[in-house]
């Protein structure tokens, strides 16, 4: 057997927007969450601020799970910009769901959020992550989101 590890890559932090909802649907209540561009971008492999008109296309459905969908770009310290569409899952017990939802402070320990982010990088200095799977870890805030991403090794 051949366990993966992981390797920190970076720790990316964004404002948000407030929500716009669509409704419910069929599939449950849809919303899109705008992310401001600015945010920025920290790691051991990569420095930058997020650009581009982003959003998180967020479903939440009948079991309370929401589901992200976000596509959003990053444009490096040294001015090269990689495209990502970083998709997951969000949910934990009501109670801190609803807390979450109304803009409290809630500690990310007490609540799911994983994603798996894939990248598309220009051929360079950053096509290695072309060629890797990413995990990510999340905390939700009331006008900001605080991300972790790690690459499988």
Known sequence: M???????????????????????TMDGSRRIIPIRTGGRVE???IRGSLIGNASDWQLTRHDGVTVADALYAIRTDDDVVIQIRNRGLRHGPPEVMARLAAGEAVDPADYYFRTVPEFIAPNGRYEWM??????????RYAAGIKLWVWRVT
């Not at 072309?130 to 905390?139: D, E, K, L, M, Y």
């Open 2 to 24: 051949i366990q993966p590890g992981l390797e920190f890559v970076y720790e990316a932090e964004g404002a948000l927007d407030p929500p716009i909802p669509i409704g419910e």
């Open 43 to 45: 790691g051991p492999l």
């Open 130 to 139: 072309n060629r890797s799977i990413f995990v990510c870890s999340g905390a």
